[in-house]
């Protein structure tokens, strides 16, 4: 059987896969919004801003990192074992 591996590939965009991106860019919206929220009730400093782009900056940097490793899905793999997965098996 004859299999096509640009079918199988992931896609990636500079040298990141997508899903990754999209992760990144909902820490981008999330961090923004909450800065946003945050605002109608104190003032937040312009820096806030400038640190939000400096974080998803330094976390892009290390995903990059991680992935030319080739760990299957770095940001995936790293949020279902820390979110997702249950600690024990209870049988």
């Known amino acids: 059987m004859k299999t096509y591996?640009?079918?199988?590939?992931?896609?990636?965009?500079?040298?990141?896969?997508?899903?990754d991106w999209i992760l990144l860019g909902c820490l981008v919206v999330g961090l923004t919004l909450l800065g946003g929220m945050v605002n109608l009730f104190v003032p937040v400093p312009r820096g806030y801003y400038l640190t939000i782009l400096l974080l998803?900056?330094?976390?892009?940097?290390?995903?990059?990192?991680?992935?030319?490793?080739?760990?299957?899905?770095?940001?995936?793999?790293?949020?279902?074992?820390?979110?997702?997965?249950?600690?024990?098996?209870?049988?």
């Open 56 to 91: 998803i900056s330094l976390v892009g940097w290390v995903v990059q990192k991680a992935n030319k490793q080739q760990h299957p899905g770095f940001l995936f793999s790293f949020l279902s074992f820390h979110l997702v997965q249950a600690k024990k098996i209870v049988s």
């Open 5 to 19: 591996l640009s079918l199988e590939k992931k896609s990636r965009v500079l040298g990141l896969p997508v899903n």
